[in-house]
């Protein structure tokens, strides 16, 4: 793997410290004890006084079916309520036993007594910035190997060809730089960090610290693979990098997180599906209206997932036009989060409720600016064909009405709104991709 470093960088590798793990070696290893009759609480203090880690299950004689279990540590018996639904658990972690449950619950009491303001601490000077993650994923820097351009003084004329021909060859490398990144643009996208069970010992990626516990240690970004404490998750910055052996699929994937995994500027399924239906769809009648056979559709979709961008959709496997421009509503359909979002909602919303034009134009673009990179650059390349499907609306029949009527509830979801509400909404959803559609030169 090549690491690309600027002059002031110097790669490190990762010094993982082992001083919480050190502590997990030293907790007290659990010790069961058995009782044949009921006991008290003071009987129960001095059958556990024999060792740190003892422990037994009493059921409550106040509430009969309750069960407490009972742990000796730090000279003292502390009682826990003891549930049970197929695994075993105290607070959030199920176990599968008892002895497991008692064993993590030692090295979390152990490690958070004796290292409470360490703990408390980790997140300091974290390792994140300089090496692991950042470095292997950091972009080429252009800086080192380009000319470096020198500004001139106004009035004053190059003192020689040799330096206008640099600073030409400049100006023709920021345009191609401009360009490239035009192309892939650098789209911000948070971690997808779900709880996780480390097999084996595990190092925190963000603060190097040991990650202790026997299960559910720390959380684990689903997109890209990084592994951090849960504390620690809240301080990694937006910077997700998603990697394609953690993206299995097209389909269902979070929008930002598949066009980042194949650094694209749009998801391939979108780019692919319009540009078939360009290249011979335009002027079929009832495009986008007409639904296609729903297997069929399906097939695309199983093509997507399975191939990326390797799918083929041409006419040879799919001549019914109507298949392409199902498979890509649904698409639309199956985004977790709609290329409207949640939270852009309501702003979309209330602008088509104005009645004044100019404002609400204006209101609509500045909802516009509301939507994450991605989904704002899908939704004005959606909307760019769609005006060109519009131009074509004495052979295919569909007008801008039309196609808010169609891709309305397909862009746009209301966010946990009551029925009614829902009902109300749809024909203000139909107006804002009516709007969009017929002023998308002026909005994006």
Request: glycine letters at 4%; charged letters at 25%.
């Given at each position: 793997?090549?690491?690309?470093?600027?002059?002031?960088?110097?790669?490190?590798?990762?010094?993982?410290?082992?001083?919480?793990?050190?502590?997990?070696?030293?907790?007290?290893?659990?010790?069961?004890?058995?009782?044949?009759?009921?006991?008290?609480?003071?009987?129960?203090?001095?059958?556990?006084?024999?060792?740190?880690?003892?422990?037994?299950?009493?059921?409550?004689?106040?509430?009969?079916?309750?069960?407490?279990?009972?742990?000796?540590?730090?000279?003292?018996?502390?009682?826990?309520?003891?549930?049970?639904?197929?695994?075993?658990?105290?607070?959030?972690?199920?176990?599968?036993?008892?002895?497991?449950?008692?064993?993590?619950?030692?090295?979390?009491?152990?490690?958070?007594?004796?290292?409470?303001?360490?703990?408390?601490?980790?997140?300091?000077?974290?390792?994140?910035?300089?090496?692991?993650?950042?470095?292997?994923?950091?972009?080429?820097?252009?800086?080192?190997?380009?000319?470096?351009?020198?500004?001139?003084?106004?009035?004053?004329?190059?003192?020689?060809?040799?330096?206008?021909?640099?600073?030409?060859?400049?100006?023709?490398?920021?345009?191609?730089?401009?360009?490239?990144?035009?192309?892939?643009?650098?789209?911000?996208?948070?971690?997808?960090?779900?709880?996780?069970?480390?097999?084996?010992?595990?190092?925190?990626?963000?603060?190097?610290?040991?990650?202790?516990?026997?299960?559910?240690?720390?959380?684990?970004?689903?997109?890209?693979?990084?592994?951090?404490?849960?504390?620690?998750?809240?301080?990694?910055?937006?910077?997700?990098?998603?990697?394609?052996?953690?993206?299995?699929?097209?389909?269902?994937?979070?929008?930002?997180?598949?066009?980042?995994?194949?650094?694209?500027?749009?998801?391939?399924?979108?780019?692919?599906?319009?540009?078939?239906?360009?290249?011979?769809?335009?002027?079929?009648?009832?495009?986008?209206?007409?639904?296609?056979?729903?297997?069929?559709i399906e097939d695309v979709k199983l093509a997507f997932d399975r191939d990326g961008e390797k799918a083929d959709i041409?006419?040879?496997?799919?001549?019914?036009?109507?298949?392409?421009?199902?498979?890509?509503?649904?698409?639309?359909?199956?985004?977790?989060?709609?290329?409207?979002?949640?939270?852009?909602?309501?702003?979309?919303?209330?602008?088509?409720?104005?009645?004044?034009?100019?404002?609400?134009?204006?209101?609509?673009?500045?909802?516009?600016?509301?939507?994450?990179?991605?989904?704002?650059?899908?939704?004005?390349?959606?909307?760019?064909?769609?005006?060109?499907?519009?131009?074509?609306?004495?052979?295919?029949?569909?007008?801008?009405?039309?196609?808010?009527?169609?891709?309305?509830?397909?862009?746009?979801?209301?966010?946990?709104?009551?029925?009614?509400?829902?009902?109300?909404?749809?024909?203000?959803?139909?107006?804002?991709?009516?709007?969009?559609?017929?002023?998308?030169?002026?909005?994006?």
């Amino acid at each position: 793997c090549l690491l690309f470093l600027s002059d002031n960088d110097e790669y490190r590798p990762p010094v993982w410290k082992s001083y919480l793990y050190q502590l997990q070696q030293e907790a007290p290893h659990p010790r069961r004890v058995t009782c044949i009759s009921e006991v008290s609480d003071r009987e129960a203090d001095q059958l556990l006084s024999v060792a740190e880690g003892s422990y037994l299950i009493r059921e409550s004689q106040r509430q009969p079916g309750t069960y407490t279990l009972a742990l000796r540590f730090g000279n003292q018996t502390r009682n826990f309520r003891l549930f049970y639904d197929g695994k075993h658990f105290v607070g959030e972690k199920r176990f599968e036993s008892i002895h497991d449950l008692v064993t993590d619950g030692l090295i979390t009491l152990y490690i958070e007594t004796k290292a409470a303001e360490y703990i408390s601490k980790m997140t300091i000077n974290p390792i994140y910035e300089h090496v692991g993650y950042t470095t292997l994923n950091r972009e080429p820097a252009l800086k080192n190997a380009l000319p470096v351009c020198r500004d001139m003084p106004d009035g004053k004329d190059a003192p020689g060809e040799e330096t206008g021909l640099e600073e030409r060859l400049t100006s023709l490398v920021r345009r191609a730089t401009l360009k490239e990144s035009e192309r892939a643009p650098k789209y911000e996208k948070v971690h997808n960090f779900k709880v996780h069970t480390f097999r084996g010992p595990h190092w925190c990626e963000y603060c190097a610290n040991f990650m202790w516990g026997l299960i559910a240690q720390g959380v684990k970004c689903a997109d890209c693979g990084l592994n951090v404490h849960k504390q620690c998750s809240k301080m990694v910055p937006n910077d997700c990098k998603p990697d394609l052996k953690h993206v299995k699929k097209v389909y269902s994937c979070d929008l930002t997180t598949l066009v980042k995994a194949h650094n694209a500027t749009r998801p391939m399924v979108v780019d692919m599906c319009i540009r078939e239906i360009e290249a011979r769809g335009l002027k079929s009648e009832g495009l986008y209206r007409i639904s296609g056979f729903s297997d069929l559709i399906e097939d695309v979709k199983l093509a997507f997932d399975r191939d990326g961008e390797k799918a083929d959709i041409s006419v040879n496997v799919y001549e019914d036009i109507n298949v392409l421009t199902g498979a890509l509503k649904l698409y639309f359909r199956d985004l977790p989060i709609p290329i409207i979002t949640y939270d852009a909602y309501p702003r979309f919303i209330e602008a088509a409720k104005l009645t004044d034009t100019d404002q609400r134009l204006e209101a609509l673009h500045e909802a516009l600016k509301q939507l994450p990179p991605a989904h704002c650059e899908t939704l004005r390349y959606l909307m760019a064909h769609l005006k060109r499907v519009t131009q074509n609306e004495k052979d295919n029949l569909m007008n801008a009405e039309n196609l808010g009527i169609v891709f309305g509830p397909t862009l746009m979801r209301a966010p946990d709104l009551d029925a009614m509400t829902a009902l109300n909404d749809i024909r203000y959803q139909r107006q804002v991709l009516e709007l969009l559609i017929k002023n998308e030169d002026i909005l994006f």
